[in-house]
């Protein structure tokens, strides 16, 4: 770090990607001046806990930004698009983790494990984008394969956790399972349909395509991390019953050959990515051992034997750290050190 103690807010702190950040805050080597906690009117007064105080969390308004160096986003896409160009004209540097900015091509989307160098773009906007969550931990997976090889094709299945929904879908698993398990009535309030004891193969709304935004998303994205349009992407979401943790099948086909046990090398020895993958002893990953950390897990890791050139591998992270909150810190220490 330059010497600098910066100034950072947190906008949307009291929910649950807000408050995770704070925790990654508190973990974080950046050298802070002072911190802000910004939410709506109705968590205005709440105090929120930091390095041992108490924070109270003051209310998001247009004059929340003034002499904050770095802002962290997580108060929905609606709420980006008013504050982040705000914050920036301010002199702030946004890392926003809504879809509102993803796309725009003068904003930088970014995992600091595959595409730290599009951090210095942030000054199109004042806004750097923080892919879906999904995303993410598949990236930082094939990233060194993708480097070695090249890729011509992607097939992901996801298994995503009811926590990347938010609280409210917590809250429904934990109720509707409670309910079923003791033989009562239970209600369906965040979902269309039951999620307790069942899988739904819909993240999102559908498009006229037939695919929902999380599938397209997971296209899109990909495709603009790697700055790579020639990459065939397709994917299928779907919300199962486990708390925290999004799980993926994903099945890469290779410009160049590359065997499952070079592909387990290349990953054991990246960034951010722990290879957990011994399968004659049940060991593989699971998401309730990527809770709680930042790790990517990756196993299941063996060669497509349907075409020449090809890998299969199971992905694990845990959606609301890595798949939101420490990406956004991670990219803060980045810009903290090397451009602010």
């Known amino acids: 770090m330059s010497g600098k103690k910066f100034n950072i807010a947190v906008a949307g702190a009291t929910g649950a990607v807000g408050n995770q950040m704070i925790t990654c805050l508190e973990e974080s080597k950046i050298p802070l001046n002072s911190v802000r906690f910004l939410a709506s009117h109705r968590s205005t007064g709440r105090k929120l806990r930091f390095k041992g105080d108490f924070i109270e969390v003051e209310e998001l308004t247009e004059n929340s930004f003034k002499g904050i160096d770095i802002a962290l986003f997580s108060a929905g896409g609606g709420t980006s698009k008013k504050f982040a160009p705000i914050a920036a004209k301010d002199g702030c540097v946004v890392i926003d983790n809504?879809?509102?900015?993803?796309?725009?091509?003068?904003?930088?989307?970014?995992?600091?494990?595959?595409?730290?160098?599009?951090i210095a773009d942030y000054t199109n906007k004042g806004i750097i984008a923080n892919p879906n969550c999904s995303t993410i931990q598949m990236v930082v997976a094939i990233n060194p394969i993708y480097r070695k090889c090249g890729i011509k094709r992607i097939v992901v299945s996801t298994y995503q956790a009811v926590s990347g929904t938010g609280k409210r879908a917590i809250d429904e698993l934990f109720n509707q399972t409670r309910s079923m398990i003791n033989f009562l009535d239970y209600e369906i309030n965040v979902y269309p349909h039951r999620i307790a004891f069942n899988c739904l193969p819909q993240i999102d709304v559908f498009l006229e395509n037939g695919y929902t935004k999380e599938e397209m998303k997971m296209v899109n994205e990909t495709r603009k991390i790697f700055e790579d349009d020639s990459i065939g992407v397709t994917a299928t979401t779907v919300r199962v019953p486990v708390f925290y943790g999004h799980s993926e099948s994903v099945n890469i086909e290779t410009k160049e050959h590359i065997s499952a046990d070079e592909a387990k090398s290349l990953l054991a020895n990246a960034p951010g990515i722990k290879v957990v993958d011994d399968p004659a002893n049940n060991i593989y990953p699971l998401a309730i051992d990527a809770a709680g950390q930042d790790l990517t897990l990756v196993g299941r890791i063996r060669n497509d034997e349907s075409i020449p050139n090809g890998i299969n591998m199971w992905i694990v992270a845990d959606n609301i750290r890595k798949g939101a909150a420490t990406n956004t810190v991670q990219i803060a220490e980045i810009l903290a050190e090397k451009y602010l």
């Open 98 to 118: 809504s879809s509102a900015w993803r796309m725009d091509p003068d904003v930088p989307l970014v995992v600091p494990e595959v595409n730290p160098h599009a």
